[in-house]
């Protein structure tokens, strides 16, 4: 089931499920992983994109090697929030994902994750054109789970109405 928002896509998950992070692009799929514990993203991979059936078998692969249970796939929406055609190119792969297994999935908006990532690989870590090119995909891919993950740290987990005034004090 395709979720829309990462609230629903958690409720869909087993105790233990990992989530993979997905950040589609022309000529490569960056891949990154959460723990168990849904806390902390791990850039774990890309994909260099040849055949759409061949590129789900290596993300199936590492789907049923790592325990997934469901995908936070990046959106690329317009800087004004308007969806463009890549927006319908990632949705349309994530449905032919999920005809042929039907794992759940949200989006994440992914809006300047590239640019982020682009921009501590140059200044942070001091990294060459050629060794950024090699890990800027599975960076991004972790960076987008990760912002999905933390989305759900600092959600309550009970209505803010329920909560007591100590609690409150605490969101």
Not at 78 to 84: K, R, S, V, W
Not at 108 to 114: G, H
Request: with cysteine; hydrophobic share 40%; proline share 5%.
């Amino acid at each position: 089931m395709i979720h829309e928002d990462i609230l629903a896509l958690k409720a869909a998950l087993k105790p233990g499920e990992r989530l993979l992070g997905l950040d589609l692009g022309e000529k490569t799929i960056g891949m990154a992983l959460s723990d168990p514990m849904l806390t902390l993203a791990s850039p774990v991979g890309t994909i260099r994109r040849t055949k759409f059936s061949r590129d789900v078998a290596e993300m199936f692969a590492l789907i049923d090697q790592r325990g997934v249970g469901g995908l936070v796939v990046g959106l690329p929406v317009n800087m004004d929030g308007t969806e463009g055609p890549r927006c319908q190119s990632v949705r349309d792969f994530v449905r032919e994902v999920h005809q042929r297994r039907p794992i759940p999935a949200t989006f994440w908006d992914e809006r300047l994750s590239t640019s982020a990532v682009q921009r501590f690989l140059t200044s942070e870590a001091d990294m060459t054109r050629k060794r950024r090119g090699e890990v800027v995909d599975k960076m991004a891919a972790g960076y987008i789970l990760q912002g999905a993950l933390d989305r759900l740290a600092f959600t309550p987990t009970r209505p803010l109405s329920l909560l007591d005034d100590e609690d409150e004090d605490n969101y």
